[in-house]
């Protein structure tokens, strides 16, 4: 069961997909996929009226635009350099504990929604990264192993960067590269946690068509598990939360390939979950084809 929001920017429908690929209508569960539907328990809820033949199909549902599984998120959490490869492609040592840096919550847009390119901006760059939907409320959780009770599922997020502004403005803060218009694609579906390892999940993004990441999970090092709890340690998280648990190599940082430009196509999926699509266009661009939208 994938868990979706589909239709008009401030107007999504709360959706369910079932094994077959069926979209059925949540609204007769609730009206919105949200920290408070994660905190009571609306997921197994979602999935005892899917059972039960109490959804109605969502007819049009692939005429929809594909929002943010969930709405609203508190808070969205990142984590840097969490994996080893990606550390050392930066010309990184692997932390030693987790790099924690934070994205505005308005950042979080559709997966498919356009991404207007900054005035200025130079060093846009694209990260795919797996992302923990927290479901219960956190706070100095006493062990790893307690962590897992606190995930409701988890999404794909595309962590897009300005690196200039990461790197040579924001003082090592690096929140300030992160947090333009639209820097946080989310989706396109929310993957309930016991569906899930989150241990062994191929990531892949490619640009204009054009392979760029392509790694596993595996390459964590720290998993999500212990992410949960050591964030626990310093902030209470609150259900409809985003942690996004860093990218791979393979982004424009290393070296190996241009940074983003106005038109470029950027893909990210994660194996399981379905795959984003969004534009990079400049704020004029963005205007013109807004005006055209009858």
């Not at 979706?4 to 949540?26: C, F, M, N, S």
């Not at 009226?49 to 969502?58: M, N, T, Y």
């Not at 924001?170 to 989150?198: H, M, N, R, Y």
């Amino acid at each position: 069961m994938h868990l979706l929001r589909l239709g008009p920017v401030g107007q999504e429908i709360p959706a369910v997909t079932d094994d077959d690929g069926v979209v059925h209508d949540l609204r007769p569960v609730t009206a919105e996929i949200d920290g408070a539907f994660l905190a009571a328990g609306g997921i197994d809820r979602a999935r005892a009226a899917l059972a039960a033949g109490e959804l109605p199909v969502l007819r049009g549902a692939q005429d929809l635009r594909r929002g943010a599984p969930v709405a609203r998120p508190p808070a969205v959490i990142c984590i840097g350099q969490n994996y080893a490869a990606h550390a050392a492609e930066s010309g990184a040592r692997p932390p030693s504990v987790p790099i924690v840096f934070l994205k505005h919550p308005n950042t979080v847009v559709g997966p498919d929604d356009t991404v207007p390119l900054p005035p200025g901006a130079e060093k846009l760059d694209w990260e795919v990264e797996l992302a923990i939907v927290v479901g219960r409320r956190a706070s100095y959780l006493a062990s790893v192993e307690e962590a897992r009770a606190h995930i409701a599922g988890f999404t794909t997020v595309d962590d897009i960067s300005e690196r200039a502004w990461q790197m040579d403005e924001s003082l090592g803060q690096w929140s300030k590269g992160k947090c333009g218009e639209a820097f946080a694609p989310t989706g396109p579906a929310l993957v309930p946690a016991d569906e899930v390892d989150p241990g062994a999940l191929r990531l892949r993004s490619w640009v204009n068509g054009e392979p760029r990441q392509d790694s596993s999970t595996r390459d964590m090092i720290f998993d999500v598990d212990h992410l949960v709890w050591h964030l626990s340690q310093y902030m209470v998280l609150e259900p409809g939360d985003l942690i996004s648990t860093g990218t791979p190599e393979g982004v424009a940082f290393s070296g190996r390939f241009p940074y983003l430009r106005d038109g470029d196509v950027v893909e990210i999926e994660i194996e399981g979950f379905g795959r984003q699509r969004h534009a990079v266009r400049t704020p004029a661009a963005v205007r013109a084809s807004a005006a055209l939208v009858p």
